[in-house]
């Protein structure tokens, strides 16, 4: 069962309160370099991310935040470190959600001011806790444990609930899938605020997405998390595909295809790795949610994937196009794929 949480607003997209749990990211561009920046948000944005957040390392970036803003629909939220009159002037600029920590922004004079700018543009604030820079005080008491990274952010979030503050967003990463997964564990039990969840520097593409499918899956499968990004040594539209991957996994989301593809063995006489991928890259941009099977028998494949939409199955030199179990076409190998891709584009627009 899904853990109940307040409901906060990013522009238009609602994080908690039993929302539909968001996919977003990080863009890796220079936030200054406005044209390549807006490039990489339309790809992004095209991908399935729904909340994007950009790094605002000095007033340019902070200034180049409203340019930004006017050229997409998608909420921004802006990241900032220490600094805090770079906050408020990404408040200033549009933005729709701040990802920030009281206690590391200066005086109580500085936090009010921000708090205060958000407050009165109705924009949350992210408390982002990392295994890598707890309080100092918390490490001491409690070592590097979950414990101490729900310390670190119950005492940015006492900074400000003092302030009548309660638009919040936590989350709590570390590169340590147990140590995210109990950290999480922990907090759900004491706070109601919607949790960002991630396994931070998870790694290169290919295991870095396996450790982020095993500790946001474990985690989500326990009711706990509103928002997922999953971060990736890789272009950060590949991010948000794992991370619609890992959602459409579990059943908590619904976006694009699934495929499903038999392992290969003695009975199969295509190439059917070369062909899977081939599907799969050419029915990537698909919105329509569809099971697409890819299977390397005539004789058992339209049955053992009888469930899917639509999908293929290969012979020696000839292949069968099936829907729900029922052959609807022979057509050469050669025309395999083809031959998928078109009836799957067919049932993209059935309904549009």
């Known amino acids: 069962m899904r853990r109940n949480t307040r409901r906060v607003m990013a522009g238009d997209l609602p994080i908690g309160g039993n929302a539909p749990i968001s996919v977003q990211s990080m863009t890796n561009t220079d936030t200054r370099d406005i044209p390549t920046t807006i490039r990489q948000i339309k790809q992004l944005s095209e991908a399935g991310c729904e909340l994007i957040r950009l790094a605002v390392v000095d007033q340019e970036a902070a200034l180049a935040l409203g340019k930004i803003r006017v050229q997409t629909k998608i909420p921004i ?35 009010k001011e921000v708090v205060a700018a958000a407050r009165d543009h109705g924009i949350p604030i992210r408390i982002g806790v990392n295994s890598g820079s707890l309080a100092k005080w918390t490490v001491d008491k409690y070592g590097n444990t979950a414990k101490a990274m729900v310390e670190s952010a119950l005492e940015h979030v006492a900074i400000l609930e003092a302030l009548n503050f309660n638009d919040i967003i936590i989350s709590l990463k570390a590169t340590s899938v147990e140590l995210t997964l109990e950290s999480y564990k922990m907090i759900a039990d004491i706070v109601d605020y919607p949790l960002h969840l991630g396994i931070t520097e998870a790694g290169t593409p290919f295991f870095g997405a396996i450790k982020s499918a095993v500790g946001l899956g474990a985690i989500l499968s326990l009711g706990i998390g509103d928002t997922i990004r999953v971060s990736l040594t890789s272009d950060p539209v590949e991010e948000v595909r794992v991370g619609w991957a890992i959602l459409k996994s579990l059943g908590l989301r619904q976006r694009g295809p699934v495929f499903i593809s038999c392992p290969t063995c003695g009975r199969t006489q295509i190439p059917l790795e070369k062909i899977a991928i081939e599907v799969e890259q050419k029915l990537s941009n698909l919105t329509k949610p569809l099971t697409v099977a890819i299977m390397g028998c005539v004789v058992n494949g339209p049955g053992e994937a009888k469930e899917a939409d639509i999908g293929i199955a290969g012979g020696d030199g000839v292949g069968l196009v099936f829907s729900k179990g029922k052959i609807i076409r022979r057509v050469k190998e050669d025309e395999l794929v083809d031959a998928l891709v078109t009836e799957a584009l067919k049932l993209e627009k059935e309904d549009d």
């Not at 600029?93 to 004079?109: E, F, M, T, W």
């Open 77 to 111: 939220a802006a990241d900032i470190h220490f600094d805090h009159r770079l906050a408020l002037v990404a408040v200033e600029q549009g933005v729709d959600k701040l990802r920030i920590n009281p206690g590391n922004i200066g005086s109580h004079a500085k936090v």
